[in-house]
């Protein structure tokens, strides 16, 4: 993306620890690092996909962006305008440009209310009249979503996972943002169903221009939908890059290692792959996260300077930065050979 743009939303250090408390006194006792300082930066029109493992604090940044959540430490930048700590009637009306779809499609809709009164909440608590009234304008999203109109005045028990996530979706294009944040937006739903929900991300993107953060563990998912990816662990952005660059040449070991479980559907292909990476261990605590780089615990590559040092995330090719103290020795060894979709 050409840093000539001006940057739709911008993230710098932030970081979001939640504190552990025990005892009578209710004293902290720690904290859960989730998210550990961390920088990106969206621009307008772009998708960025935040891949990761389980625990890795992507839903947390989510949420810490759409200001769900309070940061404990860094700052929220959309359009220009610090948001990191505004109040909730201060951050009212940028709600409608900054929206979200929840990861569970089941728990994000209230069963007690008809569609109709989900996706209209927005119009209500925004105070927004939109042109032909409510009703109509609520039938067109939902046929705007691949749903019936006349589905109107049913229940959310009455749809299936796939179609219900499609309602999650049209509530969060009510308010027509500019923004959107997608928690594992498909991780919830069968399959055969991902392809279609994915597919109507793109479609919606391409005709209305948004700007999506995708959050994912799907690498094949991710891929699909992104410009650029960035991939977490254990609190902290660890390779940032353009898609192709991170599918063809990822510099990272972890991303490397990430790349290698890809299951390759097509047999003839298998044996053109390079090996998979089997990781040892299992992933810190992230009440204690390990000194100086976080997968050092795990690298086949860590030397006594990954134990003690940090490696700050550095551009080290355009469009790919990364967080290694061995770039150069990653980067030599032979690409992974991951099968395109055509």
Not at 114 to 125: D, E, H, K, M, Q
Not at 139 to 145: C, M, S, T
Not at 320 to 334: D, F, G, N, R
């Amino acid at each position: 993306m050409s840093s000539t743009k001006e940057p739709l939303l911008k993230v710098t250090s932030l970081h979001k620890h939640f504190p552990i408390r025990k005892g009578l006194l209710n004293r902290s006792t720690g904290a859960v690092r989730a998210v550990d300082g961390i920088n990106f930066e969206v621009y307008p029109g772009e998708t960025l996909g935040i891949v990761g493992e389980s625990g890795c604090g992507k839903s947390t940044m989510g949420r810490l962006i759409t200001r769900l959540l309070e940061p404990t430490g860094g700052t929220v930048e959309f359009q220009g305008t610090d948001i990191t700590h505004l109040g909730a009637s201060q951050m009212r009306p940028l709600r409608r440009d900054i929206q979200m779809i929840f990861q569970d499609p089941y728990g994000s809709l209230n069963p007690r209310h008809t569609v109709g009164s989900i996706i209209s909440a927005p119009f209500r608590l925004q105070k927004v009249a939109p042109q032909g009234g409510v009703k109509e304008e609520v039938q067109r999203l939902l046929g705007q979503v691949g749903l019936n109109p006349e589905h109107y005045n049913r229940y959310p028990h009455e749809f299936s996972g796939g179609q219900r996530q499609r309602i999650g979706i049209a509530r969060a294009l009510a308010l027509r943002p500019k923004l959107v944040v997608a928690d594992e937006p498909v991780s919830a739903l069968d399959v055969s169903i991902q392809a279609q929900v994915v597919n109507l991300l793109d479609d919606l993107q391409d005709e209305l221009g948004l700007t999506y953060v995708i959050i994912a563990h799907d690498l094949s998912v991710i891929r699909h939908v992104s410009d650029r990816i960035a991939v977490m662990y254990l609190g902290k952005i660890v390779e940032l890059a353009d898609r192709s660059l991170l599918y063809t040449a990822p510099m990272h070991p972890y991303t490397r290692a990430l790349m290698s479980a890809v299951p390759v559907p097509d047999p003839r292909r298998r044996a053109t792959r390079a090996e998979r990476i089997l990781l040892k261990g299992d992933v810190p605590s992230p009440i204690a996260p390990p000194s100086g780089c976080r997968f050092h615990t795990r690298c086949w590559k860590a030397t006594s300077l990954c134990r003690t040092q940090e490696p700050p995330l550095l551009e080290v090719s355009s469009g790919q930065s990364v967080a290694c103290h061995h770039i150069e020795q990653t980067a030599t060894s032979a690409p992974w050979n991951i099968h395109k979709t055509p």
